[in-house]
Nanobody, 126 residues
Framework: QLELVESGGGLVQPGGSLRLSCGVS????????VGWFRQAPGKEREGVSC????????SYADSVLGRFTISRDNARNTVTLQMNSLKPEDTGVYYC???????????????????WGQGTQVTVSS
């Protein structure tokens, strides 16, 4: 059983940056595939980024490519999403997700993940 806890959300002006963190407990991160998702008001949850278990492969939604960076520190059981050049359309609740088991790749399909954090609010506004 994994537990995920996100932190780092907040209010930021357009063009600013935020760093989201996801602490994972219940298993070593070496055997966990992770992803970040977001949900804007009135919209479905969408995949933002994901990374495989060894950190050798990452995937990004087209809307965040070049602005967001996912990383993982398996020794600290932490996954991070660095968000730069934020836009108002990046506003939403951001969720960390995980699935146990080693994988060569990753997916941004939310139904594939079986563990979720409680979410952290990100608001981009002037």
């Amino acid at each position: 059983q994994l537990e995920l806890v996100e932190s780092g959300g907040g209010l930021v002006q357009p063009g600013g940056s935020l760093r989201l963190s996801c602490g994972v407990s219940g298993s070593t991160l070496d055997y966990v595939t992770v992803g970040w998702f977001r949900q804007a008001p009135g919209k479905e949850r969408e995949g933002v980024s994901c990374m495989n278990t060894v950190g050798s492969m990452a995937s990004y939604a087209d809307s965040v490519l070049g602005r967001f960076t996912i990383s993982r520190d398996n020794a600290r059981n932490t996954v991070t999403l660095q968000m730069n050049s934020l836009k108002p359309e990046d506003t939403g609740v951001y969720y960390c997700a995980a699935r146990s088991g080693r994988t060569a790749g990753c997916t941004k399909v939310n139904s594939w993940y079986n563990y979720w954090g409680q979410g952290t609010q990100v608001t981009v506004s002037s």
